[in-house]
Structure formats: structure tokens, C-alpha cells
């Protein structure tokens, strides 16, 4: 990894700005104002001041008027803030002139969200989707990690002399860039090849994807018993975890925990997790579990469907799982979500409310793509036998003379193995 500037000393006071323009709502700009709080939270950085302001148009320098900028630095100096944090997308310029104006480091959305993942990630292939977007968005943001820009540089490795440091830091960042894009791209393979091993044994998936914090993990554990990590903070876990679950009706299914999602998502993020989230795309069905104590949560379900299109994952059948009804004292919302999605399970994983449903209609699911098969097998083949019974829903069976006729329901990945033992082939 290439050198950079480090930051002076660690943050200690945060002040966090939200700005909206135009007949943008008020409302969802103060949503997404107390989601940042959230999310600042979770890099454990104290809040000092918040600050919700609204202007006329977007402006190139400071996105505002120069006017409003100088207030909210004012305010900002007055309330010991060591770092300006913008719930928008700030341009590298733009950071830069607020940087200049108000003496303290500067940050937007997008970069406490890279921080988050960057703490978060454990697995080799989290961290290094992590490496890559942080990365491309550091890329056109180099002029504000250096204090020597202006050295002139030569020798070996360089491009001879006259070329600045910023330019030889900008050729590292770009071979880094292709080289963890190139790592990438061997996780996928590997990846492909481990879907490909789960598909040989006939058992469906099952991606479970939500707005960050809505429960997917406890949701996993619950019905798993899987050991993953549960915390009320947003985006406690980025790495996929897979489990096998039995159903009622004797079908196993493989249950897949995705990384959360999150308004104003970084697009070099939802980019960078194609090979994490490509376990949506490539899942026979999803289970979609929302949070239904957030009065955001049909914002939610948005935002999550809108990832999904980008994916190409939202054509896939859903079941969709409001989750900690205990945590609603007003039935009205629960009424208005059943009129909404009557097709929905609503559930507590805290309590277990509703977890027998869920299980049951997630076997509804599979049933829907079982076959039925009329099989005369040989009571020699006992693997075979051993094999239905632990794979298929035994529906009937008979021995006749040296062999049993069964009825069996299958997932079609499964069926294909018992074609020579159907009866009227």
C-alpha cells in the first residue's frame, strides 16, 4: 500500500451539516440528517452541533452561498468542532474550499460510510472491495493529502524528471486500482466455483437483503442457529454468511445473510460488493426484512429495491418480512402494512413472534419449484433411498417384491439424479 498523508490526530468533535435546496422536503432531508447521526455513532466520533440548512440552489464552491458557508463555519468554530461532516456528496474542490474557510477537516457522507466499511470488513474479500472503493474516491482527492505537491521528482520509477509527487502518487493509487480489481476478480472465480460445488448438491438458496439493521443477521441466527455477529449499529457485519436450514417438509435450504443497504449508498460501493451482493442475483429466491418501527420504512424498502434493479436481482421472487412488531405500540401501522403487502410475515426475532410462520411460508416457496416423481428404486440402491430421504418430501412409498415405489416431491436440481429409476419413462 502506498503512502499517504496521515490525519494530524484523530477526530474528537464532530459538527454535521445537512443541506437541502429547492423544493427539496424538509422532512426526508431531517431523515437522512438523523441517519448520519447514526452512522457518525458508529465510528464512536462525539457530536458536538447539527445543523439542518436549506438554500436556494447549488452553488460550485461551498454547494451554498459564500454567506451561508461563513454562518456555518461560525457556528461550527463556536461549538469546538474538529471536523465538518455534510450529509451530501461534496465535490473534491468543494471540500477543499470548506477545509480552507474553516481551518478543520471536512467530510461528507460518502467518506464515514467508506471509515464504517473500512473498520467493519474481516474477510480478505471485504477488505479488499473496501481497498478498492476507498481507493477510487481518494483518487481525485490526492491535492488534499499532501503538503509537498509541488516536488519535483526523478530517478528510477519515476517518469523522469519535472514529474510532481502528486502525479507519481496518482500512477501508485491507479496500479493499486488495477490490482485489487484483478484480486477481485480471483475472489469472483473462486466464489463462482463454491456456488458452482452448492448448485452439484441439489439444495436452493435463499439471500436474505434489507436496509442496514433491520435484523437480517439476528434474523440468520435465529433460524440457524448460526453464530454471527448481532449489534444495534449499521452495518455490523459486511461478509456473507451461508447456513442450511431444514424445512417442515424435509427440503433443505441454504440461508444467505447480505450486507445491509443504506440511502445515498456510495455508487463505488454498491460496485466494489457486485461479488458480495452477486449472492442476491444469484439466489433462487430473496427474503426481504424490513424494519417496521422506522417511520422511513417504505423509504427503506425503496432504497433496497432500487439497489437490487442495479444488481439485476430484482426480478427474483421475494418474501417480504417486517420485522420487531414488538417494537410498535400503534396496530395502525402493522394494518396499513398488511393492506400494503398482504402477502407479508410479520415477525419479532426478539420475541419469536411469527418465526413458525416464517418458516412455513419460506417452505411454501420451495414447494413451488418441487417436482413430483413416481420412483420404482432397488432396495439395494440404500444410498439412494438414504439420499430421498434426506433431500426429498417423501409423499408415499411401497416395496414391491425387491424394490419400493415412492412418491417424492424434489428440487430440480435433485430430480435429474433419479431419471432412470421414474416410473412410466
Known sequence: MFEIKEKPKMVEKAALIGAYCGTASESDASSLLDELVELVNTLGIPIVSRQLVHHREPHARFLMGSGKAEEIAALAKEAAADVLIFDNELTPSQQRNWEKLTGMLVIDRQEVILDIFA??????????????ARMEYSLPRLVRAWSHLGKQGG??????EGESQLEQDKRKI???IDRLKSELEAVKRRRATQRKDRKRAPVPNAAIVGYTNAGKSSLLRALTGAQVLVEDKLFATLDTTTRKIALPNNQPLLLTDTVGFVRKLPHGLVQAFNAT?????????????????????????????????ELGADSRRTLVVFNKIDAVADDSVAAEMRARFPEAVFISVKTGAGLEELVSRIGEFVADDLQTLELRIPQSRADLIARLHREGDIRHSEYIDNDIEMRVRLAPKAAAAYTAFQIGR
Open 119 to 132: 473498520k467493519r470488513a474481516q474477510t480478505r474479500e471485504a477488505r479488499l472491495q473496501v481497498d478498492l
Open 155 to 160: 530517478g528510477i520509477g519515476s517518469k523522469g
Open 174 to 176: 491507479r496500479g493499486q
Open 277 to 309: 451482493l452477486e449472492e442476491a442475483v444469484m439466489s433462487d429466491f430473496l427474503i426481504h426484512v424490513l424494519d417496521i418501527s422506522q417511520l422511513e420504512v417504505m423509504e427503506f424498502y425503496e432504497t433496497t429495491r432500487s439497489v437490487l434493479h
